[in-house]
């Protein structure tokens, strides 16, 4: 599973592209609501740090709208994706994007149908959001594996998206489920390169190793 991060906090996204582990970011209009600057230079900025897709959200609400902001976007960088929200305007949008070159992430999508709909108009991505369906009491593994298993029963050209990952729990088990991607939070990447055991066994290795050092220095 390749991991992206869930970040327009540019700070981060060179953060953990620093680790090596980054294989693309994604972004929302909340994520720059959060990060509090200028979303076309955040996006200008994060993708000179990241050579893997970038997502980039528009916040049109008719397939104009999004057509004409998916354009520009598109032009911000050669590894800008569109990410269009999965309502009928978005899917229209997307088939036309499409036919243009433009690659599309379809966002807040919640059901296998949601899926196979934006697939079918040419979505390249699609991202299925899991701690959002927790939220209201739903399975969001649970339609993750049902998307994982539905698509990957044809020989489609669209890639899962694990997003609105909460948790390290989450990031294991999309990997587990068999998405293709997860995009996850850098407080939660974080968090799972962490293991008190690891912590544990480092300080021990330091305090044998300054042992013997004390030991060699008096003999
Ligand atoms: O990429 C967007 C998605 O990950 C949102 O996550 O935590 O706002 O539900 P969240």
Redesign the pocket.
Same mark, same amino acid.
């Given at each position: 599973m390749k991991m992206y991060i869930?970040s327009a906090v540019v700070s981060e996204v060179k953060e953990a592209a620093a680790w090596g582990i980054i294989s693309g970011v994604? $972004?929302?209009p #909340?994520?720059a609501a959060r990060a509090g600057q200028d979303y076309k230079s955040v996006l200008t900025e994060i993708s000179a740090l990241v050579s893997g897709p970038i #997502?980039a959200e528009v916040v049109g609400t008719t397939r104009g709208e999004m057509e004409k902001e998916g354009r520009e976007l598109a032009k911000i960088a050669d590894n800008i994706i569109v990410k269009i929200p999965m309502t009928s305007e978005g899917l229209a949008a997307t088939a036309k994007l499409n036919n243009e070159g433009i690659d599309i992430n379809m $966002?807040l999508v919640f059901t296998l149908n949601q899926a196979l709909l934006a697939t079918a108009s040419g979505a390249s991505y699609v #991202?299925p959001?899991l701690?959002?369906l927790d939220d209201i009491g739903n399975d969001g593994l649970g339609s993750l594996a049902e998307m994982v298993q539905g698509l990957g029963n044809y020989d489609l050209d669209v890639q899962v998206i694990a997003? #609105?990952?909460?948790g390290p729990r989450h990031a294991s088990e999309a990997a587990l489920i068999g998405a293709d991607i997860a995009?996850i939070?850098f407080k939660v990447l974080k968090q799972m390169m962490h293991h008190p055991l690891t912590d544990k066994g480092i300080a021990s290795f330091l305090a044998d190793w300054e042992s013997l050092q004390a030991k060699l220095n008096k003999g």
């Open positions: 869930d994604t $972004t929302n #909340s994520l #997502s $966002t #991202s959001f701690g959002r997003a #609105s990952i909460r995009t939070p």
